[in-house]
């Protein structure tokens, strides 16, 4: 009767074994430990190799039908538990801000205290002489289990170390406040800060940003003291950004000096470069002082060279250099205007502009990072200036999308895609510019590029309200279906489909779309061949058209259900909730109650993700078992009885789920009681 409990209320050994090891490769991946805690951190993972040991060799050497002892099973769930708390930890440690890390030593090194003893009470109940595995792996655990019993509370002495001396720069810090201003050595500043890994202007603002999330967290919880100690660690985080990065700037002066500085031949046939003394101030970069050649806006509205203002930018410093004024974000706008009044100054006045050659080691341009960050970049016009120049921007892009060679088309589309990217109010004045009905002719086009620049630029603008009327006023839904189903790219075919989600998110639209013939097999296809991200986009397009009653039959005449099924089992997909939710809708019209009854595993799986799938899966998965066994659902209802999990499931989701997911256990195991009284 015991095993019967046991084999009922865990996984089978095979997918537990896997889970486990899985698990415990995760912990190993962790090659970069954090800068505190590595003692902690690399005993507790030389304890977890020895364990991942065991695991595969119980995996290699138990037949499949064999069936360990529940002693057995319930130490490996035991473990699985404690190794996912570890991992948890030690990703806390890494991703975590290391300063204050640093000032709960003891709190952390008392939950790695507490973790290795739930593995030596894991261990307690494992029968080690029953296991068919080798001596020396035997001898491994024993040994493992005897010293996680008599192991003591490690404190890190050098943690200890390391805390005092960023105390002592916290007092100098304060006391700097009130009465002297030199009493700071950054030098010893730095090499504090490089013992916890920070050692880059990068290093320190995301330091910054995570003693500020956890000075959001503290302040939730009350707890003031830490909140004041967390403000003080950032105030030293700050002085000592601004006084390293000033000196490594004034060393640096001089090349980027150089590095700005433009040759202009005074005229072509002349063989000596000098530079011009008769620049006109305006033209000037304020930065190098020279000829401006790529002359881009800042968020404050003024304008620099692209190459002065980038190295400003990426030598830490995040404020306008002739304003002081900080930055609100690092997007660098082309300023086609003054671009074009220096190219006809230079015309006038006989001179060419050479271009600096460069060389491996020189840093990429702010073009190549937008081209290659795009989603890092974000284009927040929050003053004045700044929307002045999106607007100069997108009007002149969308008439090179309008008179442009298909070179300059595919440039300005992709330009336009960045610059709706994000930031509502770039939307708004691209789409007032006109860009949406140049956008939606090119999604017709016949270069990839052009194609994909085009629908993802239209799938960002129709993130505002008003521009999905827009886009569905332009005529562009039609063309979007015929990109979803034979777009050039399949990353072009997953951005239509996410552009048709986010049009269907109006419930007059969901009609409109729906009634298209094309557009709902195209999605099913896209389900069935698309990427990972393109299954999931059409997958959530899926959704928001199932919302509309009608469109339900059409879904599950396009094939959808078995796909949706067996996605249910593809890991790599991720896209479990999202399957559930289009199933649990799908359930609401005859052909898809019986295209789901048909199914002989579906009912296993839906068993299984009452247990083991997320707080929304397990919503859905109820959903639908209690849909399929209402209303002459007798045969689902003997599937649901003859597996030993079944009704584990329903009273432990009838115990801990959400109220709703309790509400429909409940009526899913009184069925299930009425039907087995019946019967007998």
């Known amino acids: 009767m015991n095993e019967l409990i046991v084999s009922s209320v865990y996984p089978t050994t095979g997918n ?32 977890i190799k ?52 640093l000032m709960q030593t003891e709190l952390i090194s008392n939950q790695f205290h507490a973790l290795i003893k739930e593995m030596d009470n894991a261990l307690d109940i494992l029968p080690l002489r029953m296991l068919n595995v080798t001596v020396d792996t035997k001898e491994q655990v024993e040994l493992l289990h005897k010293q996680a ?17 960023i105390l002592h720069l916290m007092a100098t810090n304060c006391d700097r406040k009130s009465k002297n201003k030199g009493l700071i050595d950054f ?9 916890i890994g920070l050692r ?12 500020k999330t956890q000075a959001e967290k503290q302040a939730g919880t009350g707890g003031l003291i830490a909140v004041s100690n967390i403000n003080s660690l950032i105030s030293l985080m700050s002085l000592s950004k601004t006084a390293i990065l000033e000196e490594e700037y004034l060393m640096n002066s001089q090349n980027l000096k150089q590095t700005t500085s433009i040759n202009v031949l005074p005229d072509q046939s002349s063989s000596c470069y000098s530079l011009v003394s008769d620049v006109p101030d305006e033209l000037r970069c304020p930065i190098s002082l020279d000829l401006i050649r790529d002359p881009v806006i800042v968020a404050s509205g003024h304008t620099y060279d692209r190459n002065s203002i980038a190295q400003w930018i990426n030598s830490g410093h995040h404020t306008c250099p002739r304003s002081g004024q900080k930055l609100i974000h690092m997007a660098l706008i082309p300023n086609y205007a003054l671009k074009s009044l220096i190219q006809q100054w230079c015309q006038d006045n006989n001179i060419t502009i050479t ?32 929307m002045d120049a999106v607007k100069m921007t997108a009007e002149f892009l969308v008439g090179k999308l309008a008179t442009g060679s298909p070179d300059i088309q595919r440039k300005a589309a992709y330009e336009l895609r960045l610059l709706a990217k994000s930031g509502m109010d770039n939307r708004r004045i691209i789409a007032e510019s006109g860009a949406i009905p140049f956008l939606t002719t090119l999604l017709d086009s016949r ?5 994909e620049n085009a629908v993802t630029a239209l799938l960002n603008l129709s993130i505002h309200e008003n521009n999905k009327i827009l886009i569905m006023s332009a005529g562009a839904i039609d063309s979007l279906i015929r990109v979803l189903q034979s777009g050039q790219t399949m990353e072009a075919r997953g951005n239509a489909a996410a552009a048709i989600f986010s049009l269907s998110v109006i419930d007059e639209y969901k009609v409109i779309i729906g009634a298209r013939p094309k557009a709902i097999p195209a999605l099913v296809g896209l389900l069935k061949d698309g990427t990972t991200a393109g299954k999931r986009d059409a997958a959530i397009a899926l959704f928001n058209l199932a919302v509309y009653g009608a469109n339900r039959q059409c879904i599950v005449l396009a094939g959808a259900v078995p796909l949706l099924i067996d996605l ?4 790599k997909a991720g896209i479990t909730d999202d399957s559930l939710a289009v199933l649990s809708l799908i359930l609401g019209c005859n052909e898809g109650l019986q295209a789901l009854r048909k199914s002989r595993i579906l009912v296993p799986l839906l068993v299984d993700l009452l247990r083991f799938g997320s707080s929304k899966g397990k919503d859905h998965s109820i959903t639908l078992l209690l849909g399929l066994c209402k209303d002459t659902g007798e045969e689902i209802v003997g599937r649901l009885l003859m597996n030993p999990r079944s009704i584990p499931s329903l009273q432990s989701l009838s115990a801990d789920g959400s109220l709703r997911a309790r509400r429909k256990a409940d009526a899913l195991l009184r069925l299930l009681n009425r039907c087995c009284f019946q019967s007998q």
């Open 355 to 386: 271009e600096p050659k460069s060389t491996p080691s020189d840093s990429e341009s702010s073009t190549s990072k937008i081209m290659k960050y795009d989603k890092a970049i974000d284009y927040i016009s929050a003053t004045k200036a700044s």
């Open 16 to 47: 537990m074994l896997e889970a486990l090891i899985h698990i415990s490769n995760q912990v190993f991946s962790m090659v970069k430990f954090s800068f505190v805690q590595m003692k902690n951190i690399s005993t507790m993972v030389r304890r």
């Open 447 to 451: 270069d990839p590029r052009i194609q």
């Open 149 to 165: 019993k008599r192991a003591d509370l490690f404190i890190d002495p050098r943690d200890i170390q390391k805390r005092k001396e």
């Open 568 to 571: 249910l089992m593809d890991d």
């Open 200 to 211: 880059s202007s990068l290093d320190y603002e995301e330091e910054i940003a995570k003693l």
């Open 50 to 101: 020895i364990l991942t040991s065991l695991f595969e060799e119980i995996q290699e050497t138990s037949s499949a039908a064999a069936r360990l002892p529940p002693s057995s099973i319930l130490c490996l769930a035991e473990l699985s538990c404690v190794i996912q708390k570890v991992k948890l930890l030690i990703e806390s440690c890494k991703e975590g801000s290391s300063l204050w890390n």
């Open 187 to 195: 030098e010893t500043v730095k090499q504090s800060l490089n013992s």
